[in-house]
């Protein structure tokens, strides 16, 4: 069977693909969780070892308990940040702000989390020790994910929720000691829109022959939109 037609071109795809929170309550088809994980399977890692596995979590018992799972360390985490970043003070007061409105959209996201249509573990099959750079080799995998996902018309986003609750996890779908689950990523049909993203402009991030030197020929499209980066300070200093 062929992969289904796209409907975004590559950099259109590259440059509007945002984190998706909130999705409806249809299923993805396996049609299209095939096309999705199929991109996955073809990242890069390291020597092609492909130690890259991704346990992909839908509507069946085990799904429901591990949504479950992560869902009470998503809250917890969402909690611990919503307080030491200040998300109610200074511009957070402010309802129609972008603090406030991200506050808005994380706390719906993790009071709701039980109910992603999909939930995919990306995990990396470890053949050695840790290494600063193994993540090099299940990361690209989860980009080229979210991406075939914005190709077919679905959404997701990458979290650490699974973090907080590892052990649990590892015990409920019994994955092996020397396995990292490298992630949490949840997918479904968005509410709302895709990008176009805000970033900071080209000539704070590209640098030519040397560091903090701007290439001249860094310049972002027009009408391209911007935002500071976040979170650099601490919250009270942001709020100065």
Known sequence: MPLPPDTVGLLEGLTTTRAIRRYGDEPVPEEALRAILFAATRAPSGSNRQPFRFLVLTSGPKAQEAKKIIAGG????????????????????????????????????????????????????????????????????????????????????????????DAELRALLDVPDNTFIAGTITLGRPVGHQGPVRRRPMPELVYSESWGEPAPWAVDPPGTAFTSAGPPRSAMRREE
């Not at 998503?74 to 970043?85: E, N, P, T």
């Open 74 to 165: 998503a809250r917890r985490i969402w909690g611990g940040k919503r307080s030491a970043d200040q998300y109610e003070q200074g511009s957070g007061a402010v309802a129609d702000s972008p603090k406030a409105r991200m506050a808005r959209t994380m706390q719906e996201f993790v009071d709701t989390f039980e109910r992603v249509p999909v939930l995919i573990l990306p995990c990396l099959v470890r053949y050695r020790d840790p290494t600063p750079s193994e993540g090099a080799s299940v990361y690209p995998g989860c980009q080229n994910l979210l991406l075939a996902a914005r190709a077919l018309g679905y959404g997701g986003v990458f979290t650490g929720f699974n973090f907080a609750v």
